[in-house]
């Protein structure tokens, strides 16, 4: 079954304006598409093609210049549908000088929370981003990575439906941007609706169910990341090692097959499964160092 959207964007247009009214810039130009319930959706995109400014108009933050957008039901411009919405700006705009828990404390005064629940709350929130041991500690103090997971944790303060992340994974080292894309799957496991913005491609690649590549503000490409990715004239195969002469043979069949072996070889792994492994394998085994052979190739 078709599932519903939670996000329906019909034609919508966004010309900023300078202070005397006058056309600026054309940040969105007539841009369509529907986010559906349950899916982790990423807008992708160059510096400046419109991706905030989308984000933006979904909260009801700025005003369409043209088009439709609705959002849980609701038309954006209702600010009450907000309640069900988690944002994590681009920029942190927390308070410097409270620590974690006081930060979840306010805002969980903006939704109403009473005492109790805002303490259940900002414990389970501190656990899940994984700031256990920075609790007590003043953002200030906080470094990058710190600070984005505890804007997730804000974000999920009042346990939204739908949750919008600008840029979630924006100054993370692999290991942190690895730790917030599976707090992105989990909260897609949770069922909830998740859109998020970023030009690091493969992190969209890696959490993202469909996503919609926008340029100078007009949507280029739509759809699911497999179907966008998948090279429909070449099929892979992986087997186990193969001998050269189990090689001729393969080419033999595929011949048959009016097919051509078009590459063969060892496959390698990501720079970022490496760097994960080594990092991990640093922790099992402290003290270890890597002590060069001389036979590395330069
Ligand atoms: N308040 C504003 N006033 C005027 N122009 C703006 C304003 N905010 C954004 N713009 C312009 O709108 C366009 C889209 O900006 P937007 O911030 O949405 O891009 P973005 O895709 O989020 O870029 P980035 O990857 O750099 O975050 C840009 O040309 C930008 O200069
Ligand atoms: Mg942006």
Same mark, same amino acid.
């Given at each position: 079954m078709e599932k519903q959207p939670v996000i329906q964007i019909k034609n919508l247009t966004k010309i900023y304006r300078d202070f005397w009214g006058r056309?600026?810039?054309? /940040? +969105?130009?007539?841009l369509s598409l529907e986010v559906k319930k349950g899916e982790v959706f990423g807008l992708l995109g160059p510096n400046g093609s419109g991706k905030t400014t989308t984000m933006k108009l979904l909260l009801g933050l700025l005003f369409p210049t043209e088009g439709e957008i609705n959002v849980l039901g609701k038309p /954006?411009?209702?600010?009450?549908?907000?309640?069900?919405i988690g944002y994590l700006p681009e920029e942190s705009y927390l308070y410097r000088f409270l620590n974690a828990e006081e930060t979840l404390d306010f805002y969980g005064r903006l939704f109403d929370m009473s005492a109790q629940q805002r303490k259940e709350r900002a414990n389970q929130l501190i656990e899940k981003v994984g700031l256990q041991n920075a609790r007590k500690r003043q953002l200030k103090e906080y470094s990058k990575g710190m600070t984005r997971r505890i804007g997730l944790a804000q974000a999920l303060i009042n346990d939204p439906d739908l949750v919008l992340l600008d840029e979630?994974?924006?100054? +993370?080292d692999p290991l942190g941007s690895r730790d917030m894309k599976d707090l992105i799957v989990k909260l897609r496991d949770e069922g909830k609706s998740v859109v998020m913005c970023s030009h690091l491609l493969a992190d969209v690649q890696d959490v993202c169910d469909r996503i919609a590549i926008l340029y100078a503000g007009e949507l280029k490409e739509l759809g699911s990341v497999e179907d966008l990715l998948k090279e429909q004239h070449e099929t892979e195969l992986l087997t186990s090692k193969l001998s050269p002469e189990a090689v001729i043979d393969i080419e033999a069949v595929l011949a048959k097959h009016? /097919?051509? +072996?078009l590459r063969h070889g060892h496959p390698t792994n990501s720079l970022e499964d490496l760097f994960l492994k080594t990092v991990q394998k640093s922790q099992e085994r402290p003290g270890q160092r890597y002590v060069p052979t001389g036979s590395e190739k330069t």
């Open positions: 056309k600026k810039v054309r /940040a +969105l130009n007539s /954006a411009s209702d600010v009450s549908k907000n309640e069900w979630p994974t924006s100054g +993370l009016n /097919a051509k +072996l």
